[in-house]
């Protein structure tokens, strides 16, 4: 399985985005899919995942601002991102398959290669 993230861009604080995640060579519409960010100078951190529309976990830094929706028949996961700010700023990466990725450790078997997203105030 691939995935393609797009729809990263420049935004003043307040705007909107619209990010893609397109997955191809396989099938991810029953599993995990999320989103990550990589800020500059902080941790990778875990925006939003879930299985569905209605089961999906938000972290409290996006909560009520971000919203994961999916197209299972196109293998799409978007990210609605809305109110952004300056520290919305990063890299973000797209996320797919909750499995033990080695010996007593879970993670994502998929990444994109990530969408770059920047926030002007």
Do not use: H
């Not at 995942?49 to 089961?55: E, P, S, Y």
């Not at 938000?58 to 952004?84: C, H, W």
């Amino acid at each position: 399985v691939q995935l393609q993230a797009s729809g990263g861009g420049l935004v003043q604080a307040g705007g909107s985005l619209r990010l893609s995640c397109t997955a191809s060579g396989g099938s991810v519409s029953r599993d995990v899919m999320g989103w990550y960010r990589q800020a500059p100078g902080k941790q990778r951190e875990l925006l939003a995942a879930g299985t569905t529309d209605a089961l999906t976990n938000y972290a409290d830094s996006v909560k009520g601002r971000f919203t994961i929706s999916r197209d299972n028949a196109e293998n799409t996961m978007f990210l609605q991102m809305n109110s952004l700010r300056p520290e919305d700023t990063g890299v973000y990466y797209c996320v797919a398959v909750w499995t033990d990725v080695a010996p007593g450790r879970y993670g994502f078997k998929y990444w994109g290669q990530g969408t770059l997203v920047t926030v002007s105030s």
